[in-house]
């Protein structure tokens, strides 16, 4: 159920961010989703992409500091309420949510977030019992 | 005519003087010999009796000591007196974790005030005067120095210590402060709050400024003496040869520093070979204590560049003049008059868990304070991809630098290889300002 995010840290100087999308692009790296968090001194890019091996590898032969994280994706019914539903049940069992983004894809009649938290399995755990859909590693970077 | 603390040893004439630094040299052999076994080891190894010396030539036959030697006997080890007769410890900026230790007995608290009310006079002040001494009160000899030798002289001294400067000011204007003591720097940063303060220096009643513990130059002087409205005077001293009043500018000649001979023998150095450079010209300040009782230090590597000159000056003391420091022989960086090895940061920053160090040191001046800045290069140990994480360390850095070194800084985590390295030895230091 879990989904591997690649993370790299870029500092906040101009054309850092272009430098990483160039790396990945000529790599033939496919970016499927991506959050930016930025402080005034630096930033850190989190990415789900197609082959994150190569994306890892490639970003590492280039100098970036890169690390892989355990997301989970799920599916979120796309209507009004949807996320909340969600965080609901979260907050109900005192779930941290370090951070979230949206995935670029639709799936079907759902969106996808990708979440990250601080208890990764229990999240897991606990949205599958509440018949929260979440998205394998797999279907998620062919998408 | 000049005024005096102690006019005869002031103006003692150069024969008498180097007769009496060759007793007083001599009896300070005799007693770290006796009880300093770092000094017994390395004279013996010297092949070096202290009778042996029969001029103050034979002094350039004596080693060195240094910094590391004082830092491989902490916290006591080169301390000559029982320390049932140390009255006073201060401390300095080691070049690692450890600070560097000196103790002071009864006599030697006794000499210093002596000798700091003598800088005090050379600088003009006297009885009646009213001394704001805004050097740090602690550990740092600065404050103490200054506050005992003020005393000696009869002056009235304020306490005031670092900090807080829209205090300062006000109890400057109120107190009717007449010399000023702390930082170059300091004393600009004073001009500018005083600025938005809407007090202007030239109703106070400020005349002297005694200005040192990091370097400055002419052009600072003169800055100062505009915007604050005073004669600012060059003062050098540093803990481990006592403290402030080493050697004074003095009021009259303003040009140079008299360094007090009678306690203290100078000698210039080529900082790499060791060989004794000629009158004038241009090295490191060594310095041989020849009166001090609880940590007495021969040939101390300062790391001071300066140059000496025995010229006769109009104030008719006949002490040694060193010329203003232009820089260091070493890394040391002096910043709001803190003592900053860039090793020091280096030992912090390897203790902090996973962070190499692979750093760069900038520092700056900016509306006249020192400004530090650490770059730490963020590498997958300590990279996360929680900004709060890397917020913390951050923090958790400036935090351990500002306790450990008494400095405030700014850390800045950058991209892995973005900082220059240079032939397997990394550039440490951009010192960016302009004095």
């Known amino acids: 159920m879990k989904v591997e995010q690649i993370s790299i840290f870029i500092e906040n100087k101009s054309g850092r961010l272009a430098e990483v999308a160039a790396v990945l692009g000529e790599a033939g790296v496919n970016i499927r989703a991506l959050s930016l968090a930025d402080t005034s001194d630096f930033g850190i890019l989190r990415l789900i992409v197609n082959d994150r091996n190569l994306a890892m590898e490639t970003l590492k032969n280039k100098g970036f500091t890169v690390s892989k994280t355990e997301v989970v994706a799920v599916e979120v019914p796309d209507q009004p309420g949807g996320l909340s539903s969600i965080l609901q049940v979260l907050d109900n069992e005192s779930i941290n949510v370090e951070y979230m983004y949206a995935f670029v894809e639709r799936c079907g009649d759902n969106a996808v977030i990708i979440f990250r938290f601080d208890e990764t399995e229990k999240a897991i755990a606990v949205l599958g019992a509440k018949g929260f859909n979440m998205l394998q590693g797999e279907r998620l970077y062919g998408m | ?435």
Request: hydrophobic residues 40%.
């Open chain 2, 1 to 435: 005519m000049a005024s005096y603390f102690n006019e005869e040893f002031e103006t003692l004439p150069r024969p008498a003087l180097e007769a009496l630094q060759l007793k007083r040299l001599r009896d300070v052999l005799e007693r770290v010999y006796a009880a300093v076994p770092f000094y017994r080891g390395a004279l013996d190894k010297a092949g070096i009796k202290p009778a042996d010396i029969a001029s103050l030539q034979d002094l350039q036959r004596l080693p060195f000591t240094t910094k590391q030697d004082m830092r491989d006997s902490y916290p006591y080890g080169l301390f000559a007196a029982p320390m049932e007769e140390i009255v006073r410890i201060h401390a300095s900026s080691g070049t690692t974790g450890k600070p560097t230790v000196v103790g002071y007995t009864k006599k030697d608290i006794d000499t210093w005030a002596d000798l700091m009310a003598r800088t005090l006079v050379t600088a003009g002040a006297h009885k009646g005067d009213i001394i704001h001494n805004a050097y740090g009160y602690g550990l740092f000899t600065g404050g103490l120095g200054v506050h005992n030798g003020a005393e000696r002289l009869g002056a009235s001294v304020i306490p005031i210590s670092g900090g807080n400067t829209v205090r300062q000011l006000m109890i400057m204007q109120d107190f009717g402060s007449t010399v000023l003591t702390c930082t170059p720097s300091y004393s600009l940063f004073m001009a500018e709050e005083a600025k938005a303060a809407g007090i202007e220096f030239k109703n106070l009643k400020l005349r002297i400024g005694i200005f040192g513990a990091e370097p400055w130059s002419d052009a600072m002087r003169q800055e100062i003496e505009q915007q604050l409205n005073l004669t600012a005077l060059d003062i050098y001293g540093l803990s481990e040869i006592m403290g402030p009043g080493v050697a004074m500018e003095c009021f009259e000649g303003k040009n140079g520093l008299h360094i007090w001979e009678d306690h203290f023998i100078p000698e210039i150095i080529n900082p790499d070979t060791g060989e004794i450079l000629k009158e004038g010209e241009r090295g490191e300040l060594v310095i041989t204590t020849i009166t001090k009782q609880g940590i007495p230090l021969i040939r101390y590597r300062t790391r001071d560049i300066t140059s000496l000159t025995y010229e006769k000056c109009i104030c008719g003391r006949t002490h040694a003049r060193i010329a203003r420091m232009s820089g260091r022989s070493d890394d040391m960086l002096i910043i709001r008059g803190v003592n900053v090895f860039p090793s020091q940061i280096e030992s912090i920053l390897v203790r902090i868990e996973g962070v190499e160090p692979h750093y760069l040191l900038i520092v700056d001046r900016k509306e006249n304070l020192d400004t530090l800045e650490v770059q730490v290069e963020v590498d997958e140990r300590i990279f996360s991809d929680e900004i709060k994480v890397l917020q913390l360390l951050a923090r958790r850095i400036e935090k351990e630098i500002k306790d450990m070194l008494g400095v405030t800084c700014t850390v800045k985590l950058v991209e892995p290889k973005t900082i220059q390295r240079s032939e397997g030895k990394s550039k440490r230091v951009i010192d960016n300002r302009k004095l």
